[in-house]
């Protein structure tokens, strides 16, 4: 009876043991799998020639980086990225006598500026879209291109083996150079789902291009995670593509009239404000007729 009692006793204590041992290795998995880090597989980069205004043909050129992962990849403006490093860099935080701190910048730090803060993020479920309005951080998403037609037919692009692909995406017709001998469905902006990575893509009026440029060897990814900030895709609010350009509508319209008015008091200022602020959204108005989004639909 005394060791079949202590036997009990023992298995029941080597039981409890090992629930708390289960207990606590999936504890640790699960926080190693929510902090994974993004192992870097590629990085590219890409140029993009656009005509933005139908007024003249003019083409601007912006750099583009797309990281890819495992099993997603990042697409970003490259000096937004720079300048997410240079504030990085530069931060300081001062503490007032009033125990509340000061957040500024090193004097004469310049931070680079873009008009592409975006961050878009593909992976094999959906394309998902990041960006401000206001201090907002707001994302959609939206599926894979599935409707790729693959054409019979092949290119040689800086030395990489390419075959052609078309495709009618947000109101323009694409045609689309691949690479089987990269194998990454990826590409630059919302384009993904091919057999291999995008090498060329343009619209068929030649608005738009975007182009690769440069891709980093694989024995310098080595030990490499992606380089993008979490705070460009994570606790983000979602929402619609219309309803976030809206959104950004409204951010800069009250920015402007916050500026605007600072400072004023007087009647005649605060006349003057209005007529300045209606000559400002004529001119927006204006410009909105001539504006060649790259996407002419939502």
């Not at 094999?124 to 409707?147: C, R, W």
């Not at 947000?170 to 990826?186: D, L, Q, T």
Request: aromatic share 10%; with cysteine; net charge positive.
């Amino acid at each position: 009876m005394y060791i079949d009692a202590l036997i009990t006793k023992r298995s029941y204590v080597l039981s409890k043991k090992l629930v708390l041992l289960l207990i606590l290795s999936y504890s640790v998995l699960s926080s190693a799998q929510s902090n994974k880090k993004d192992t870097l597989r590629g990085e590219f980069t890409y140029v993009l020639k656009a005509k933005f205004d139908t007024r003249n043909d003019l083409r601007t050129e912006n750099f583009f980086s797309l990281q890819v992962s495992d099993n997603r990849a990042f697409f970003a403006d490259v000096i937004s990225l720079k300048g997410d490093s240079v504030m990085a860099n530069s931060r300081t935080i001062t503490n007032n006598p009033d125990g509340s701190k000061t957040l500024s910048w090193k004097k004469g730090v310049v931070i680079p500026k873009t008009n592409f803060n975006f961050t878009i993020i593909q992976s094999n479920e959906h394309v998902q879209y990041f960006d401000l309005a206001g201090m907002s951080l707001l994302t959609y998403k939206e599926p894979v291109i599935i409707n790729w037609k693959l054409v019979d037919e092949t290119k040689v692009i800086n030395t990489i083996n390419c075959k052609k692909a078309e495709v009618t995406f947000k109101g323009r017709n694409w045609i689309a150079w691949y690479s089987p001998e990269i194998p990454f469905p990826y590409g630059p902006m919302k384009f993904s789902g091919l057999p291999g990575l995008i090498i060329k893509i343009t619209d068929d009026k030649g608005d738009f291009d975007f182009e690769l440029v440069k891709s980093v060897s694989d024995y310098k990814l080595k030990g490499k995670l992606v380089n993008i900030k979490k705070s460009r895709y994570t606790e983000a609010i979602e929402t619609k593509q219309p309803k976030l350009k809206q959104a950004q509508r409204n951010a800069r319209a009250n920015v402007n009239a916050e500026l605007a008015s600072y400072g004023t008091t007087t009647v005649e200022g605060q006349e003057m404000l209005r007529k300045r602020e209606k000559e400002r959204e004529n001119a927006i108005e204006e410009n909105k007729k001539y504006a060649n989004p790259l996407e002419l639909e939502n």
